[in-house]
């Protein structure tokens, strides 16, 4: 653009010897967002703002400086941080992590997030807080619903239609009403767009329609105090033009309590407790939104549902002393992956069955997680500060498959059968570290803050990189368990791997969060 512009200008000025001198470019105007202080952004995620965000979390974040997307049709793109995604992504609603069943990542945790029904959108860059659960290695994102505040019975009605090109449709409702005692607020959305022509007049499969509706109620009975309980459900589909299958169901349900307390005494200052639950239960299908085409790997129509309930809660206190704040506490997830399974050889059963509860859920992964952590904020004068955090996580996955079901690429046609997991019922555990340490000064001659950072941040590997459907190349000799464990070499140096440990008993995944996801990079 810029030199396009600058080349048009160099034009006009050869034909205009009397102008020789200035060279004038067009205004350009650039909107970006803010930091709010060093190292953090917070908007709100309710404002309009060009280039449209599609309407999940994912198109959403590409709007802040740093951030990008792994995109995957329409909607439900994957957030990257500084070159970093999936699990080094924190990603919070509500303060509950709401994560993916897709062994493929379709529903990645920002397709469930709808920026639009959220007041606060927060992102601490890097290791650089302890707070909100373990391994956030890129950044923390948090987006967040705030307090209804009615001094006196009182209602708000905030609503918006969105059209645009390729029929996009968004329809947006948030309605509270309350008193100074407490408030009722639903918010409902949904959004929906078509397959879009390319260049060449050619359809590309991206069509989407996703809603989302949810409740919340809250006590306060007095100003210091809030009680809220939150419930929530939305479903979707999506095509994709870049996958061999379509996500036909993307439903989520969601239920939450917390509780805070401020102003409870000079030095220990305020509580707050939260328990939350976020159920994922998808499909994907290769005919229900596309015609059905034959593959090697799927000559029959296929489909696949698997689910994952996530279960977490927090605790965390505040204690203040004059230049000094500290908040401590303790976390915990519990998170179980299923998923429906076809009686052996029987391909259509799971079509036949589709969305119905006809096939029994098969568990194959559960994973726990808890955490102690401390974040200290030592105000050291008027215009210094130094902040500091430890955390301490306890990690357990345990692999639940009894076998597994995956293509056997030395037939053909190419076969799916299944194979025996060499570490079916093993549990790994880990204990991990992460922590940080920054000087903060605003200058006196500039409006201006710098700082420096250290942080560390170790992360247990996630579902995908444990329990990752094996591919066919791996499929072939991954039963053998010797064969199994001579593997982690290549695995580990085709990803790149820093400080990558491989336990004996799970498919090699390193512990440590500096590398770049593996699933994509299987060894040949
Ligand atoms: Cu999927």
């Known amino acids: 653009m810029l030199a396009s512009g600058a080349l048009a200008a160099e034009a006009e000025h050869a034909g205009h010897a009397e102008h020789a001198e200035a060279v004038e470019l067009a205004p350009m105007v650039i909107t970006g967002v803010g930091q709010q202080s060093p190292l953090t952004v917070v908007t709100d995620p309710k404002i309009p703002r060009q280039p449209m965000p599609a309407s999940d979390g994912a198109d959403y974040l590409k709007t802040i400086p740093g ?3 792994v995109r995957n049709g329409g909607v439900n793109g994957d957030p990257v941080f500084r070159g970093m995604f999936g699990s080094r992504l924190k990603l919070l609603s509500n303060g509950g992590e709401m994560l993916g ?5 379709m529903d990645s945790p920002s397709s469930y997030i709808s920026p639009d029904t959220f007041d606060k959108l927060t992102v601490i860059k890097g290791p650089q807080s302890v707070l909100w659960g373990p391994g956030a290695s890129a950044a923390t994102v948090l987006f967040e619903r705030e307090p209804e505040q009615f001094s006196e019975p009182d209602y708000r009605l905030n609503g918006s239609l969105l059209t645009a090109s390729n029929g996009r449709f968004d329809r947006n409702l948030d309605a509270a009403a309350g008193n100074s005692q407490g408030y009722a607020r639903l918010m409902a959305n949904s959004s929906q767009a078509d397959d879009y022509a390319d260049g060449n007049g050619d359809t590309v499969p991206s069509r989407y329609d996703k809603w989302n509706t949810d409740i919340a109620l809250g006590w306060t009975p007095d100003a210091d105090t809030l009680v809220e309980l939150t419930a929530g459900r939305g479903d979707g589909y999506a ?3 870049g996958r061999g299958m379509d996500g036909s169901q993307f439903q989520r349900e969601s239920l939450g309590l917390r509780f805070e307390k401020t102003n409870l005494g000079e030095t220990f200052y305020g509580l707050e407790a939260q328990v939350y639950y976020n159920y994922a239960d998808h499909i994907m299908d290769n005919y229900s939104l596309r015609d059905f085409v034959p593959s090697m790997m ?13 279960l977490g809660g927090r605790l965390v206190g505040t204690w203040q002393w004059t230049d000094v704040e500290l908040k401590a506490g303790v976390d915990a997830q519990r998170s179980e992956h299923r998923k429906v399974m076809n009686p052996a050889g029987a391909a259509n059963q799971m079509v036949t069955a589709a969305g119905s509860d006809a096939l029994p859920w098969v568990p194959d992964a559960m994973l726990h997680s808890y955490g102690v952590f401390g974040e200290l904020t030592w105000q050291l004068s008027e215009r210094e500060k130094l902040i500091s955090g430890l955390r301490l996580d306890l990690h357990e996955a345990t692999d ?3 076998f597994f079901r995956s293509h056997d690429a030395s037939s053909m046609p190419i076969v799916s059968r299944n194979w025996d997991n060499p570490t079916a019922g093993e549990t790994r555990r880990d204990t991990l570290y992460s922590g940080f340490l920054r000087y903060e000064e605003e200058l006196v001659s500039l409006p201006a803050t710098w700082y420096a ?3 560390h941040a170790e992360r247990f590997p996630d579902y995908w990189e444990l329990l990752f ?3 066919a190349r791996w499929a072939r000799c991954n039963p053998s368990t010797r064969c199994g464990r001579r593997r982690p070499r290549s695995w580990t140096s085709a990803c790149n791997t820093q400080r990558g440990r491989w336990r004996p008993g799970f498919p090699p995944m390193p512990a440590w969060s500096r590398i770049t996801f593996c699933s994509a990079m299987c060894p040949a």
Do not use: K
């Open 298 to 310: 799927m000559p029959n129509p296929t489909l696949s549902r698997v689910d994952r309930r996530t």
């Open 453 to 455: 950072g250290l942080g």
């Open 400 to 402: 639940e498959r009894e």
């Open 101 to 105: 069943a897709c062994p493929n990542r």
């Open 469 to 471: 459907p094996i591919p």
């Open 67 to 69: 951030f990008s997307a």
């Open 239 to 241: 095509r994709y033009a």
